[in-house]
């Protein structure tokens, strides 16, 4: 399975710190929202280990997926939800992004120990802790385990994970090939593959790179000029490939102007991450031709010859880390629907809403002009 994900963090003019994602796929699948208050016991389960138990410190606000397709017989459970994306009320958010490479052999560990499952990343980073500096040093001491996924086909674990908090930290928790790495992330920015220092060092290929145009140039005696703005980006990668991805998003985290109020900031960012959104049908994939590989391809053979694959934006979040504020809108959406975590403090059980029960359309205002009119 392949996905086009794209996650960056922004600041605005006082250095509050602002996060936001996209997350795409070729299928639309079943997303929740869910509010985890403190105090909120969850369990991670790995075949052949004494099961973690986890009391949550912190309350969370997280977008969730169940790790199997429920039925009439063994319907959805709050403990089916894993974390794909969330914001605690300590202003941690942790976002979890694909890569295929990640599933391999991994270090063995004993069998008296409780491990903790990757699925259960999420909701023990921001369940436990209130830094990336937490996570970090915790990750070190807990074993962490890939487990393969009903969801996907039995594939394991195919994701890496970001981390980030107020104070602007952020890491990349990795597995390649089963190998765990944790990386510190200068930049802010993570797409998918390949591991993320390559990308870092792919970065040194754009030392070039400027927000101010150049506008006019001499060959010879022949002035040329720009009829327009925006030669600036004439560098930046094109394609939506992950490689091109991540220098955009590190482009646009760099040069894009610094809001001057928290609110203006969060407009800013949302701005940013149009840049990322992708409608269906860009580029789509054929089973029977060399495509980009996704999972959800297998079977279209039976489709019928002119059945194809297309990844697109099912949903866009940002996170305001300052003022624990979550905002998200996916494929259906013209706008974004915001929670306040500090609001829902008085919650003592989780509360659960479907994500396609927040779809939008566009705000109809003929009213205000048919009120005015003689």
């Known amino acids: 399975m392949t996905a086009m994900c794209t996650s960056l963090s922004y600041k605005d003019a006082a250095g509050n710190v602002y996060f936001g994602r996209t997350l795409e796929l070729t299928i639309d699948l079943p997303y929740q929202v869910v509010h985890y208050p403190a105090g909120f016991e969850t369990k991670s389960e790995v075949p052949g280990h004494p099961t973690l138990s986890l009391t949550g410190r912190y309350a969370l606000l997280a977008v969730t997926m169940p790790y199997r397709m429920p039925t009439a017989e063994a319907p959805m459970t709050i403990a089916d939800l894993k974390v794909l994306e969330g914001i605690n009320d300590q202003g941690l958010t942790f976002s979890l992004l694909s890569y295929p490479a990640a599933g391999g052999a991994q270090k063995s560990v004993d069998v008296t120990q409780a491990v903790l499952s990757a699925s259960d990343l999420g909701a023990w980073a921001l369940g436990q802790f209130a830094s990336v500096a937490q996570v970090k040093a915790a990750i070190a001491e807990q074993p962490v385990l ?57 970065l040194d290929n754009y030392t070039f790179l400027s927000n101010v145009d150049r ?44 809001a001057s109020s928290p609110d203006l900031a969060v407009q800013t960012l949302a701005h940013v991450l149009n840049n990322f959104d992708r409608p269906r049908g860009a580029t789509i994939d054929y089973p029977d031709k060399d ?75 003929t009213s205000e002009l048919a009120g005015k009119l003689n």
């Open 146 to 202: 890939l487990q393969p996924l009903g969801l996907l086909k039995g594939a394991e674990s195919p994701f890496h994970y970001v981390v980030h908090d107020a104070t602007g930290a952020s890491i990349v928790i990795e597995f390649d090939h089963g190998e765990l790495s944790i990386y510190d992330n200068p930049v802010g920015v993570m797409t998918n593959g390949p591991k993320f220092d390559w990308h870092l060092t792919n």
């Open 215 to 258: 506008s006019s140039a001499t060959f010879g005696s022949y002035k040329a000029r720009q009829p327009d703005s925006g030669i600036a980006i004439a560098g930046l990668p094109s394609s939506n490939t992950s490689v091109g991805r991540f220098v955009r998003a590190a482009y646009y985290a760099q040069f894009t102007e610094k």
């Open 291 to 365: 495509g980009g590989g996704h999972m959800e391809v297998d079977g279209l053979e039976q489709a019928g010859p002119e059945a194809y694959a297309t990844e697109f934006t099912c949903w866009t979040s940002m996170s305001d880390l300052d003022r624990k504020l979550f905002y998200i809108r996916d494929y259906r959406s013209l706008s974004f629907t915001c929670f306040d975590i500090k609001a829902l403090a008085r919650s003592t059980h989780p509360v659960v809403v479907p994500l396609r029960k927040l779809s939008g359309g566009a705000i109809d205002a």
